[in-house]
């Protein structure tokens, strides 16, 4: 047997070969990625269409559009919302403390950093998926009002790393299952009061302030703009939000993955 | 291949490797003995390139694994203590992808994943969950795995540790012959038949430093004789009788004197009972054998459990 030496792989080479595994994880347990799609289009049909019905008129930015529009894009951003929590929260902890699985990987020339790309780069390619299909079913619908919708494409993958390399940040933290419940509980309120059913202009004062300053609001405000196309200012304020949080929870992640398994 | 020179590691106030020199040659199976805690797997984790060093020098493959840890990594072989097999992937696929991690293109990763899962006989396994898999089987696979990318240096940390005689056995053989092809191997064990049986050249590990260091032949030569008689006496009283029994045969050569037997070290065994006899004294069991590792791992790191 002799040595054969390969070309070192280039970072997004070496990125892509995580996400390829966890793509051959899931083919044979396509069912299981099936489940996030649903959970945004059941509200679209409940709420949006179904509690829509009750409400004769509604405006955003001056124009009067039925409800289920205005909830449509704020699902958009909520499935790519919950689609990047699932793989970069309890999926990456279990990997990290129970099957080692970082630790083989680190035997060979991969390094903190592909794997920290490579695992967040897969919980924003998971988000995002459902987040097309949810567009998909948008222009099925015909709610898609101007061309900017497309742009809404690069919108759900910024919201997917965004939230991606955050929330795979504060897994790096986790001791135990139980400490997944502080998730969970951030999760839910996120979902329900960032815009997402009713208009901002319902809240007053600085408890506006402080809900246009979380994170999925940024997104579903962006979403709401490309779909409806009202894009201004305000969106591009998202587009940074959203870039400087990836990058940052990034950091933290290789920071981290140093911390813990380079010992 | 490998060179160290007052190599340290150390876990806060906690220094677990204590300034050691080792060095390793090409084509050699080098061994690291020690009892637990002796800082064998804090040195194979240094060497792998994933735990940076605390102290001293390190060169592996000529780089220095604080700048070069992708590149010497990528010519390491690494069979962890505790298998670390991806439970979410086949048989197959965990050869495959881990082979994909080293760059090795598509194609040739395929055909090498048939090689191994043949060196190993789990061709027939390929397609089954790693959880399925007997003990011995998930050992053969990480050893398979930590073979993808045609190490020239290969890091086994205790291999056969949790396995029956016969895996263990098939194992010796996979090793041996990957030893005549040519590939470094560096072992750690508290097995003292497996030292024996791999190793060109091994040191003697113990509290963070080494204690001893040569071919299993000289350890042996140098740190015991060439014989050990064991001695069982009937106990006939609720004093010590193996302590005074001893005091009459302390000349005859090192004594051991142990609960249930007494142990004297000499060239030759069988002097040893005949004078035994001589001086009156009557055990009631005896046992003439050759002086082992286990003998010089035993004198240099003592009998007491570590935990």
Known sequence: MSAVTHPPLGRAGAAWLLVTRSFIVYKKNWKLFLTGFFEPVFFLFSIGIGVGQLIESFEVGGEPIPYAEFVAPGMLAVSAFNGALMDSTFNVFFKLKYDKLYDQMLATPLTTGDIARGEIIWGQLRGSSYSVAFLLLMWALGMLHSWTAILALPAVLLIGFAFSAVCMAATTWMTSWQDFDKITLLQLPLFLFSATFFPITAYDGWLRWVVEVTPLYRGVALCRELTLGQVGWESLVSIGYLVVMGLIGSWVVRRRLDKLLLT | MIRAR??????????????????????????????????????????????????????????????????????????????????????????????RYFGIPKGEVNSRVDELLEFV???????????????????????????VNNPDLLLLDEPTTGLDPQARHVLWDQLFRLKQAGVTLVITTHYMDEAEQLCDRL????????????????????????????????????????????????????????????????????????????RGLDPIAVLVRRSTLEDVFLKLTGRTLVD
Do not use: W
Not at chain 2, 22 to 34: Q, S
Not at chain 2, 84 to 90: F, G, I, K, W, Y
């Open chain 2, 203 to 278: 040191v003697v590990m113990d509290k963070g430093l080494i204690a001893a260091e040569g071919s299993p032949r000289q350890l042996i030569e140098e740190h015991s004789t060439r014989e050990v008689a064991e001695l069982r006496f009937a106990i006939t009283d609720e004093t010590n009788p193996h302590e005074a029994i001893a005091g009459k045969i302390e000349d005859l050569g090192r004594l051991e004197v142990l609960p249930d037997r007494i142990l004297v070290y000499s060239p030759d065994g069988e002097e040893v009972i005949a004078k035994v006899h001589e």
């Open chain 2, 6 to 99: 007052g190599l340290r590691k150390s876990f806060g106030e906690f220094e677990a490797v204590k300034g050691i020199d080792v060095d390793v040659r090409r084509g050699e199976a080098f061994g690291f003995l020690g009892p637990n805690g002796a800082g064998k797997s804090s040195t194979m984790r240094m060497i792998a390139s994933v735990s940076p060093i605390s102290g001293g020098s390190l060169e592996i493959l000529g780089m220095d694994p604080a700048t070069d840890g992708p590149a010497i990594r990528g010519r390491l072989g690494v069979c962890p203590q505790e298998d670390t097999l991806d439970n979410e992937l086949n048989v197959r696929d965990n050869l495959y992808i881990y082979g």
């Open chain 2, 121 to 147: 006989s789990l061709t027939e396994k390929s397609r089954s969950k790693v959880e399925d898999l007997s003990g011995g089987m998930k050992r053969r696979l990480t050893i398979a795995r930590s073979l």
